[in-house]
């Protein structure tokens, strides 16, 4: 057992100050939860203190050797603290402990404190060792010493003066964790004292772009992407790619990474910077959709609150037959109707999935395979498959044309590609439009055909999904299955969608404030964001808590959001835009059973998380 695989310098603590036993054990406990290795650090010392009135872990020869087995540890670690005047501790030969190495472990891992302490004291019985470690003169010194008596290499984590790394952060929508990824990466760099500018493409557009200056001087360059981005200007730079949940996750760990990675060969790097990364399979199906339906979403916000406005003169309003004719009323349903913003989404749902599949040009076609498909009534359903058709014609286009001379590539891009592109993706959806209308006639009546028990069920169905994963592959599915119920006439299953994915972050942000005691001091201030994220429809705001207790808090998360889901269906709400949250809750129709829902789930998820995390704490007691 490597005892450097289980520690970190942040980890480590030199001339650790301390008056008794557990002053010692309570900043030894400290070192683990700011390293996010626990879950519930009060509930860890508990469990540190009642092993230690068992008998205590203080051995021979200044050492001692603290542990628990705890269902508060997220997973196996170790933190290492230096006395140099020493403490009692009641070890073996009466002696004061200086040196402890305090093993945390989960409940239900298999035991491994045994080989840790044994792997210890091959090292700290050896005195000249423990010379060592008390002249070290940093916790970074102190692990290269652990790591070369185990005869193992680790990177000296940099200092600001020497590590200097940009990175890019986006994900498929552009809304929560591009900026998630972003604000994690700082926190990570400013722990490590390194230089990191972030620019973040999201869908609001590129912010804190980076320079040539910036790339010049970086080190090392994360890309933290699930979406296409430009490589050439990274040229001859060590580069890290991975999706953007992973700089969630385990920023500090990218953050090393990128500066371990071999400085490639300048022929090399031009290479493969111009080919980009490979991604295929479910992964790049699905970041595909989403950049369609990210593409998508601002006309069908906008174009579905300039109806909803609309209709608020009367049903008739905009017709000008009608007595109750306003012509506002009329300026409105154009602007956001089938004339407007509602006529371009699935057209701009094909065009921008064409996009990210085969760049440029595969806008066009597949952006022509849509309008087919809206034309001839295929809908949500045959906008995405238009998107699909025309994107990877245009692949297979561009993969028959590689034998051709460089010379002729404005030929490629002017002629061949759109013209045999729209030929291909034009012909193929000509042919397919008639099932795929056939299709989407049987969802609409499907859906509008529902009874109110199937409704609530549906309703408590989506908005659970919306609350599995918190902004991943299942939340974005139940996601996308509102806004083609809205594209199909059917309002109902987008309000139970909002109202499922607004209710994780208001639910733990008001179980911050009602059951303080459960959470630590960092979420309990972040509490206050995750409401301000819940309003604001960003169910993206729970991750962190999930993260740290996922057999609680997602349970907690999804039944509260199907209790919300279920009410809305029951109350009848229907919702035009898909996004917006409490500010466009006045224009829900019911809005005040709406309000009852989304209310009642986020109290129901508050009082579940509360309930198990107690329950949990009464266990570690025991």
């Not at 480590?12 to 030894?28: F, P, V, W, Y």
């Not at 009602?514 to 960003?538: D, K, N, P, W, Y």
Request: with cysteine; glycine share 10%.
């Amino acid at each position: 057992m490597a005892l450097t695989n289980l520690l970190a310098a942040h980890q480590i603590a030199l001339d650790l100050a301390g008056s008794s036993k557990r002053d010692i054990l309570e900043q030894l406990v400290d070192l683990l939860d700011r390293a996010g290795k626990l879950t519930d650090r009060d509930a860890f010392l508990q469990a540190i203190l009642a092993r230690e009135d068992t008998g205590s872990t203080g051995l021979e020869q200044g050492v001692a050797v603290p542990h628990a087995r705890s269902d508060s540890v997220r997973e196996a670690a170790i933190a290492f603290a230096i006395v140099p005047r020493g403490i009692e501790f009641a070890a073996l030969d009466g002696q004061p402990s200086k040196f402890f190495l305090m093993i945390a472990e989960p409940a239900q891992a298999d035991s491994q404190h045994l080989e840790i302490l044994a792997a210890a004291s091959c090292h700290l019985i050896d005195p000249v060792f423990r010379e060592r470690l008390l002249h070290a003169r940093s916790a970074q010194e102190v692990l290269q010493q652990f790591a070369e008596a185990e005869g193992v290499v680790i990177p000296v984590e940099p200092s600001e003066a020497e590590a200097h790394l940009v990175a890019v952060t986006s994900c498929p929508a552009g809304i929560a964790h591009t900026y998630m990824a972003a604000e994690r990466l700082h926190e990570a760099a400013r722990a490590l004292h390194m230089d990191l500018k972030v620019e973040t493409h999201g869908a609001a557009g590129v912010r804190t772009p980076l320079t040539a200056a910036d790339i010049q001087q970086a080190d090392a360059v994360i890309l933290a992407v699930n979406r296409n981005i430009d490589h050439h200007r990274f040229l001859g730079k060590r580069v890290l790619q991975v999706p953007v949940t992973d700089a969630i996750r385990h920023p500090r760990r990218l953050l090393l990474r990128a500066l371990q990675l071999p400085q490639p060969a300048h022929h090399m790097t031009k290479q493969l910077v111009a080919q980009g990364p490979k991604e295929g399979g479910w992964s790049g199906l699905y970041r595909h959709l989403m950049t369609g339906v990210s593409s998508m979403l601002p006309f069908v916000v906008g174009g579905g609150i300039l109806i909803t406005l609309s209709l608020l003169f009367g049903v008739d309003a905009a017709d000008p037959a009608s007595p109750s004719y306003h012509p506002l009323a009329k300026l409105l349903l154009d602007l956001g109707g089938p004339q407007g913003a509602f006529g371009l989404m699935v057209p701009i749902l094909a065009g921008f999935i064409g996009r990210s599949i085969a760049d440029r040009p595969g806008l066009m076609p597949a952006m022509v395979g849509g309008l087919i498909a809206t034309q001839a009534g295929a809908g949500f359903i045959g906008g995405m498959l238009a998107g699909l058709i025309g994107g990877y014609t245009v692949l297979f286009l561009m993969w028959l044309c590689r034998p051709l001379p460089e010379a002729l590539d404005a030929i490629r891009t002017v002629l061949i590609y759109p013209v045999a592109g729209l030929l291909l993706c034009g012909g193929l959806m000509y042919w397919l439009v008639e099932p795929l209308v056939a299709v989407n006639v049987v969802l609409v009546h499907w859906l509008n055909g529902l009874g109110i028990s199937n409704r609530i069920l549906l309703g408590a169905l989506l908005a659970g999904l919306m609350a599995v994963d918190m902004g991943g592959p299942v939340n974005k599915a139940a996601y996308t299955f509102g806004i083609a119920a809205i594209e199909a006439g059917n309002y109902l299953p987008q309000a139970a969608v909002m109202a499922g994915g607004m209710v994780p972050p208001l639910g733990l942000g008001i179980a911050t404030w009602l059951f303080a005691g459960c959470f630590t001091e960092l979420e309990r201030h972040s509490g206050r964001a995750c409401l301000v994220m819940g309003a604001s429809f960003i169910t993206e705001g729970a991750l962190p808590y999930a993260a740290a207790d996922p057999l609680r808090v997602i349970p907690a998360c999804v039944l509260g959001a199907m209790v919300a889901g279920g009410l809305s269906m029951a109350f009848g709400c229907e919702l035009l835009a898909p996004h917006g949250g409490i500010f466009v809750i006045p224009l829900v129709h019911h809005w005040p059973g709406y309000i009852v829902a989304i209310v009642a789930g986020s109290l129901v998820t508050a009082l579940l998380v509360g309930l198990l995390k107690n329950l949990k704490r009464a266990d570690a007691a025991h």
